[in-house]
C-alpha cells in the first residue's frame, strides 16, 4: 500500500509571506488522515512547521504517520526551508516517539502547575520587590541577549534568533515596567539581590517568562525561591496554575521544575532539512 499526501487547497501566501497548506493523509488513494503544513511567522521562509498531523483511528500503528511526516519534509524542502519544527502534546507519547525516531530533537518543553489555594512562604530573610527603573534597563538588555543565544545553541541562525528576541521583548513588554499584567521583580535574601522573576498574569494562568538567580549566589536554593514568589503572585492576580517554558538541556531547571510539581504540557521539537 501507498500512503501519499494530497492537497485540499491551493498553497496560500499571506500579507506576511507566510506559506501554509493543508492536506489529505491517502493511502492508495483512500483518505486516512489530514496534515497542515506551513512556514514560520517568526522566523521567516526558510523554516516550516507541521501545525496538525492526525491519522485516523482504524490507519494507526501502520506506518501512516511516519510517512506522512517524511512526506511533509519533501513539500517543505520544496519551499526552500531548511528546518522544520513540530510541536507534541505533554501526554502524546506515541507521537513524541515517533518525531524522535524520524530525527527531531527537543528544543524547548512547556511545562504546567496547578496551584494549591495556599499560597507558599519564602524562606525567612528572602522578599521579592518590583524592580526599579534603573534596574530595568540593563535586565533588559541582558534578558534580550541570552534569549537570542539560547536559540542560536539550538541550530537558530544568529540573525534569526536575534530577530526573534527582539520582537518577542518588544510585543510583550511594549511599555516597558509599566505594561499591563506584567510582574517584574527582584528577589532580595538579607538585603541583597538575588535574582530576577518576570511573570505575565494575563489570561487564564500565570506564565513565567523568564527567572534567573545570580550567578554569584547559585546553589543556595534562590532558584526555587524565586519560583515560590511566582506561584504567590499568581494567587494574588486570582490565577489556579502557572505555566514556563524550559530549554533542552537545562537540567538543573528541569530539575527544580519537576520537585515543585510542574509537569510537561508540550515538547517543542525541531529537525534540520538536509
Known sequence: MTTTLRPTEPLQRDADGVLSRHFQVCVNSRPVGAIHLATHPLFGPTVARILDLRVEEPDRRRGRGTVAALAAEEVARGWGCRRIEITVPGDAEAALRLVTALGYVHRNRGMEKRLPATPPELPAGSRGRPMTEAEFGPWLEYGKAHYAQSWIDRGVPEEQARARSESDHAKLLPQGLATENMLISVLEHEGVAVGTLWLSVSGDRAFVFDVEADARFRGRGHGRSLMLLAE???????????????????????????????????????????
Do not use: C, D, I, W
Not at 519537576?258 to 510537561?264: I, K, T, V
Open 232 to 274: 504567590a503572585q499568581a494567587l494574588a492576580a486570582g490565577k489556579q496554575a502557572v505555566g514556563l517554558n524550559v530549554f533542552a538541556g537545562n537540567t538543573p531547571a528541569e530539575r527544580l521544575y519537576e520537585s515543585l510539581g510542574y509537569r510537561p504540557v508540550s515538547h517543542a521539537m525541531y529537525k534540520n532539512l538536509l
